[in-house]
């Protein structure tokens, strides 16, 4: 089975070769097709993969390209993790943003609309490829903004492209821990809302909710991530955990003045901490698996850090640093490639499963999967409160992509403007302004 994997040069794909490595199962992944712009980011990754696979028998093939339509053609699988304008764009992104006294994030508020504009018109014209090249393959979009990009591929591909995140399964993961669930296989998260704008309103073991349990105890929910975060009162009052990312929306203030005030914004250090790797591999000597590992675990450990900050809620757990998408997508494949049932949080067509929105509207929710690919379960109503903000959230992402098919400045500006992290119009027109002269990706807006 051949996996195509998109922005193949980036830093985590080690830890889906990895995942592929323990992988011995028939109609396992035996090829591995890394692409990317960049030749020297594919080489540095290569010698990473090579160094994973030394002591695995029958490890995946691994090969790398430049070329696009090469990589794709003959795909059963195609992962699209790439960053459209790299970790550059992404502190140009931070940076106009915390100019302007709002929100810079990768996928959250001003940020994420900035990256949205420049990543959909590649994300569409990547979907396009698939539909004439590979037209029976399955894309896994790891890509952020994962929900929006995931719906303007889903415009060309249907239901055969599907997104992931990590978020989610980590935050099942840190309640089942702290309620002593010894295996989360066992457990139903009930988690709905849009790519980190999603809520957990219960935790069922054996049919019973568990959740109600925490949400009593308000030791038991200042133990973990969330409840150092959100505070235990907080997530009293909403009677509901929320995913992190919530942290910018209920805490905006704070998380804007922590970032205008740290050293460094997330994107600037990521970007100097991954340039110091990619060079380090220019050294046809350096131990790649050892200085990879190296870097990694202190991308993990400053996760989110100016939120923690903020919230006094000192250092990550340790068992919050082993990473965690690669598991989703991997069991994603297993499911789809040899039917093997499966229940995941991933970011699908709606359907029928909220009816605040469309059928066509990519949320984040528990799906069963099969061969058939992903399937939204039937979920209970939102409350208002976060009703309120999946639509407006959603109607920003629907912006942004008839912005991104007209090229029309004006309705990118409405996309910033109407977010409910930016609200306002001056300042709007002022994002569009410093986005543009920094990203030449974004030259289409007239």
């Known amino acids: 089975m051949k996996l195509t994997i998109l922005g193949g040069g980036g830093f985590r794909v080690p830890l889906v070769y990895g995942a592929l490595l323990g992988d011995r199962a028939e109609g396992r992944v035996t090829q591995v097709v890394l692409h990317d ?29 430049t070329d696009l339509d090469e990589a ?54 990547i979907a396009q490829r698939v539909a004439r090249l590979a037209p029976d393959a399955w894309v896994i979009n790891f890509t ?34 702290v309620l002593g669930v ?3 296989a066992e457990a139903w998260i009930d988690y709905v809302g849009l790519n980190h704008l999603g809520w957990v309103r219960g935790l069922r073991v054996a049919g019973r909710d568990e959740l109600p349990r925490l949400l009593a105890d308000p030791g038991l929910l200042g133990s973990f991530e969330e409840g150092k975060l959100f505070g235990p ?28 005030e740290a050293h460094q914004t997330r994107g600037a250090f990521l970007r100097d901490q991954q340039a110091r790797f990619y060079e380090e591999m220019r050294d046809p000597s350096a131990a790649a698996l ?15 850090a100016e939120n923690r900050e903020t919230a006094g809620a000192g250092e990550r757990d340790a068992d919050d640093l082993s990473g965690g998408y690669e598991k989703v997508a991997l069991a994603l494949m297993r499911a789809i490639a040899r039917d093997e049932r499966t229940t995941l949080i991933l970011n699908v067509r709606n359907e029928h499963t909220l009816s605040i929105l469309d059928n066509d509207a990519v949320i984040e ?59 306002s119009v001056n300042v709007a027109r002022r994002l569009i302004d410093g986005y543009t002269q920094v990203h030449p990706g974004l030259t289409y807006l007239a």
């Open 144 to 177: 952020n903004p994962a929900g929006l990009v995931t719906e303007a591929m889903s415009r060309h591909l249907g239901n055969r492209v599907i997104g992931i995140c990590d978020s989610p399964v980590g935050l099942g993961r840190r309640i089942a821990r």
């Open 365 to 423: 929710v528990p799906c069963l999967v099969d061969a058939n690919g992903a399937h939204p379960v039937a979920v209970d109503p939102l409350p208002d409160h976060a009703t309120g903000l999946v639509c407006s959230v959603k109607a920003v992402e629907r912006e942004v992509l008839a912005a991104a098919e007209s090229g029309s400045r004006a309705t990118a500006v409405k996309a910033f403007a109407l977010h409910p992290l930016v609200d």
């Open 233 to 260: 009162d907080w997530l009293q009052s909403l009677g509901a955990i929320p995913n992190e990312y919530l942290h910018y929306y209920y805490f905006n203030r704070e998380a804007v003045r922590a970032y205008q």
């Open 72 to 125: 794709l053609r003959g795909a059963d699988f195609v992962f699209s993790a790439i960053r459209v304008g790299g970790l550059e764009g992404r502190a140009n992104d931070e940076r106009v943003a915390l100019a302007q006294g709002v929100l810079g994030q990768e996928t959250v508020g001003a940020g994420g609309i900035a990256y949205g504009l420049r990543t959909v018109p590649v994300a569409v014209d």
């Open 37 to 65: 712009l960049d030749a020297g980011r594919l080489n540095a990754v290569t010698r990473v993969l090579a160094e994973q696979a030394a002591e695995v028998p029958d490890a995946p093939e691994v090969s790398a390209t």
């Open 182 to 184: 010894k295996n989360t």
């Open 290 to 304: 050892l200085a990879w590992d190296r870097t990694r675990a202190e991308r993990e450990a400053t996760y989110m």
